[in-house]
């Protein structure tokens, strides 16, 4: 059995028993005007963030939603889309697309403003999406790819890049981990399937995304997730895991290399009335600037003693330099 049949039966068993503790959902549940999610719909919320954010969301998206769960987040996408067929949610456990029905049709009936027909639900795989090319604004998956291993995450990830319209988003949560993974715990199938053991360190991570062809990449948030220590797990360190909520625009990709947002900042604080680096960049004093790693560099290379960037945050919200 190889793992990716593990992780079938894992969400299986799920889908048919609801697991409360299954993912530690690190986000807060967005609480929409009107908006109710029925119980075993929210008891099967197996992720480790969120990736509904509104600004993705304007001018009538059709999104594409990986690994349905229970169907939480297909709902809340339904909130901003309510039209026929603006949601797609793709799984390849049937048992798992039969509880999301029948926990889209409970919303139904809580939910006066929400149609069944908002989300089409469809039987597919993350390595072979049945869906057209660019035909997809926003993208989401929450808490799949870390489940893969390196040869299928670059097949998923360009599965999901091929769907997309230009300048359309992948949003995505995942796990991360800086601390070393006993190979052990790597090779055990279960426990990649629980999100655990095939986390990435988030510079790899970001390579995989940017080397798939995405031209500006976000991060909007990174969490503390889980420990991982003995006695229960066999690892002589306890292992540190965070989850880490990324947005990846299909931009072109730039001739100096993509632009990764990590929630920096330049702040200009010289005497003239503004800065102006030349490449499209201008600082107005004491007015914070969001800026890619790359622009921060660049700025930081500058040897200024009148301009100051900030440490990553971890936090990027838009109004950036590029």
């Known amino acids: ?10 969400y299986r068993e799920a889908a048919l028993q609801p697991d409360v503790g299954l993912c530690c959902t690190t986000s807060p549940i967005w609480q929409l005007p009107e908006l109710s999610i029925p119980k075993r719909m929210l008891e099967m919320n197996y992720g480790c963030g969120t990736t509904v954010h509104p600004r993705d969301l304007a001018n009538e998206p059709r999104v594409l939603y990986v690994g349905v769960g229970g169907g939480m987040e297909l709902l809340q996408f339904a909130w901003f889309t309510r039209r026929p067929d603006s949601v797609v949610g793709i799984d390849p456990v049937e048992e798992m697309l039969e509880a999301c029905g029948q926990n889209l049709a409970k919303a139904e009936e809580e939910n006066p403003w929400f149609d069944s027909s ?26 799949l790819f870390n489940i893969f291993e390196t040869a299928e995450l670059k097949k998923a990830l360009a599965e999901i890049y091929r769907t997309l319209k230009p300048h359309g988003r992948l949003v995505m949560s995942d796990p991360i981990c800086e601390d070393p993974i006993p190979e052990k715990l790597r090779r055990d199938e279960r426990l990649r399937a629980l999100c655990l053991s095939g986390a990435l360190p988030l510079q790899k991570y970001l390579n995989m995304i940017t080397d798939t062809g995405f031209g500006t990449v976000e991060i909007r948030a990174r969490r503390p997730y889980r420990i991982l220590a003995a006695p229960e797990y066999d690892t002589p360190q306890p292992i540190y895991i965070e989850s880490v909520e990324i947005c990846a ?22 005497t003239d009335k503004y800065f102006d680096d030349g490449k499209g960049h201008v600082l107005l004093p004491n007015q914070p600037l969001a800026v890619c790693d790359k622009t921060a560099a660049a ?9 100051f960037i900030s440490p990553s945050t971890w936090f990027y919200d838009g109004g950036g330099c590029c």
């Open 249 to 270: 625009i299909k931009d072109p990709m730039p001739e100096d290399g993509p632009c990764v947002f990590t929630g920096k900042a330049a702040i200009y604080y010289g």
């Open 299 to 307: 700025l930081a290379a500058l040897g200024r003693p009148d301009i």
């Open 118 to 143: 908002f989300v089409s639900l469809h039987k597919g795989d993350a390595l072979d999406l049945p869906v057209e090319d660019r035909s997809i604004d926003v993208a989401a998956q929450n808490c």
């Open 1 to 10: 059995m190889s793992y990716l049949d593990t992780t079938k039966n894992v």
